[in-house]
């Protein structure tokens, strides 16, 4: 089976503009989680999608938002891009079976100037 | 809220044990995870063990969970440098769900 992927992988952005990640999980996982990772703040979670539904959320303000699709890929999209927002961006996905495994991707690497 | 800590930092020599070592306040966690990251690299799944369970060993990987204490600790028997990276412990979120909470993160070095 193939693993999470993420595009793009690389990005760089200025100030005030937006951005969308994208995430297909695992074949056959319907949940798909968001991280940022940073060095100051480690890694935060922003959101999980299910079944195209916001099941949980960070404390991350609006200007981060998400959405998942039928066939279960997701996007992420920071508006009003800020320094701070720099940052690893990491998409999890999961069975909703027994076994809890979440298997993640390789990231974004984001670069806001 | 949840609360994870690890030490940062684990230096040891090859063929040596590691015990890294992390805390966790949420006295509901259901799950517990061990991730590893290399450098430039997401995050590898490495092994996860039930709060009922004490215990759960994998190849060189054994993971011991002392839930009164909310004591958590992932020993790495025979570490070889291809085990240098950055350790992270997570707990599952008890609502519902696949949030994870992570801990600090420990960089394993391992020496010659």
């Known amino acids: 089976k193939a693993g999470v992927t993420q595009t793009p992988r690389y990005l760089i952005k200025t100030r005030g503009q937006q951005v969308t990640l994208s995430c297909s999980p695992i074949?056959?996982?319907?949940?798909v989680s968001w991280y940022q990772q940073t060095p100051g703040q480690g890694l935060q979670f922003l959101f999980e999608?299910?079944?195209?539904?916001?099941?949980n959320k960070g404390n991350f303000p609006g200007r981060f938002s998400g959405r998942q699709f039928s066939n279960s890929r997701s996007e992420m999209n920071v508006s009003t891009l800020e320094l701070g927002d720099s940052a690893l961006y990491l998409c999890?996905?999961?069975?909703?079976?027994?076994?809890?495994?979440?298997?993640f991707g390789p990231g974004t690497r984001l670069t806001v100037l | 809220g949840e609360d994870v800590e690890q030490s940062l930092f684990l230096s040891v020599r090859e063929g040596d044990s590691s015990v890294i070592n992390c805390t966790y306040t949420?006295?509901?966690?259901?799950?517990l995870y061990w991730y590893k990251q290399e450098p430039g690299a997401g995050l590898q799944l490495l092994t996860y063990?039930?709060?009922?369970?004490d215990m759960k060993q994998d190849q060189r990987l054994t993971v011991l969970l002392n839930k009164k204490d909310k004591h958590l600790s992932l020993r790495i028997a025979d570490t070889q440098t291809g085990d240098s990276a950055i350790y992270f412990c997570?707990?599952?979120?008890?609502?519902?769900?696949?949030?994870?909470?992570f801990g600090t993160g420990t960089q394993l070095k391992v020496e010659l």
């Open positions: 063990i039930f709060s009922n369970m």
């Open positions: 997570a707990d599952a979120f008890t609502g519902g769900g696949n949030k994870l909470t």
């Open positions: 999608y299910f079944s195209e539904t916001q099941r």
């Open positions: 074949s056959g996982h319907r949940s």
């Open positions: 949420d006295s509901s966690s259901t799950y």
């Open positions: 999890a996905s999961s069975t909703s079976g027994p076994k809890p495994e979440q298997f």
